[in-house]
């Protein structure tokens, strides 16, 4: 009687697990063993089980809503520039000009677009007014280094691109440069601007 009572608890302890089939079979000790995996080389004995009485569980999957696609028009979304590069003066350029001028070209992929305008800045100031060629003169430059850079800016004057700030040397041929490069005869002295009269050594 009690060996039935401990089958009937043990066989309703594995009901959950008996998705298969229950197996029994004496072990070499000579006790009772019960599984649903019975071993091989093993003489076993299939149960016969009641249907069980439990309701299975409703499986429960998490959903997750996709994220939130906001569309925004083109107009929306900011200008890209690829590049914008000055194209000269080179970088570390020494330029030679009597006179105090040079000219500034710069290059920027895509083109300039609708409503923007380039920006040039010269040591740290903006250089006339924002204009849309790539070409710039600039006027009255002292001897000496400066640092240029140049900007893309739209209708509301916000930059939108800007360049690092690149060096160049800004050079005047002085008198002594010209008696260097053609030195003064004794006829030259007080006809050639180089040559002043004052310094034609005594015969």
Same mark, same amino acid.
């Given at each position: 009687m009690k060996l039935k009572l401990f089958i009937g608890v043990l066989l309703i302890s594995l009901l959950p697990f008996a998705q298969g089939a229950i197996y029994t079979y004496t072990d070499a000790n000579g006790a009772r063993v019960f599984t649903?995996? &019975?071993p091989k080389h093993q003489r076993v004995k299939k149960l016969k089980l009641a249907p069980s009485n439990q309701t299975p569980a409703t499986p429960t999957v998490d959903t997750m809503n996709p994220p939130p696609v906001y569309l925004e028009s &083109?107009?929306?979304? &900011?200008? @890209?520039y690829e590049m914008l590069r000055i194209l000269a003066p080179e970088p570390d350029a020494t330029i030679r000009a009597n006179d105090q001028q040079l000219i500034v070209t710069v290059s920027s992929e895509p083109s300039l677009l609708d409503g923007h305008r380039y920006r040039f800045i010269l040591d740290g100031n903006p250089v006339g007014e924002p204009t849309r060629s790539p070409v710039l003169q600039l006027k009255d430059v002292n001897r000496g280094t400066h640092l240029l850079a140049?900007? $893309? $800016?739209?209708?509301q004057d916000a930059v939108l691109e800007r360049t690092p700030a690149q060096p160049f040397h800004?050079? @005047? =041929? =002085?008198? @002594?440069d010209k008696r260097r490069v053609n030195p003064c005869t004794k006829d030259d002295f007080g006809v050639r601007p180089e040559c002043p009269k004052q310094d034609k050594p005594p015969k």
């Open positions: 649903d995996k &019975p &083109p107009a929306a979304l &900011p200008v @890209q140049v900007e $893309i $800016i739209n209708e800004l050079r @005047q =041929t =002085t008198l @002594q």
